[in-house]
């Protein structure tokens, strides 16, 4: 889908990451977090201006002290805030 004046690259980005924690209560859960696995990184720059739009978005790095945001909330983000 074309992108039109109203929309950018990480408008789309936060309205898919968004999406991704719909769901129909009437037969599901409501998702406890949603994981973006980022082995080589590639999103890792991107990462300060989602979270100026979510800032429920929170960034785990394993094994290293790089701007972990801790304590990690139980479950994880419910990014939709439902």
């Known amino acids: 889908?074309?992108?039109n004046n109203e929309q950018t690259v990480l408008s789309r980005l936060v309205k898919a990451i968004l999406n991704?924690?719909?769901?129909?209560?009437e037969v599901q859960a409501a998702p406890a977090c949603i994981l973006w696995p980022d082995k080589d990184r590639q999103w890792e720059a991107v990462i300060p201006r989602l979270q100026k739009e979510l800032p429920q978005l929170y960034v785990w790095y394993p094994h290293t002290s790089r701007n972990v945001?801790?304590?990690?909330?139980?479950?994880?983000?419910?990014?939709?805030?439902?």
Do not use: K, T
Not at 20 to 25: D, Q, R
């Open 20 to 25: 991704a924690a719909a769901y129909n209560p």
């Open 1 to 3: 889908m074309p992108l």
């Open 69 to 82: 945001q801790e304590p990690l909330p139980d479950g994880c983000s419910n990014i939709g805030g439902q």
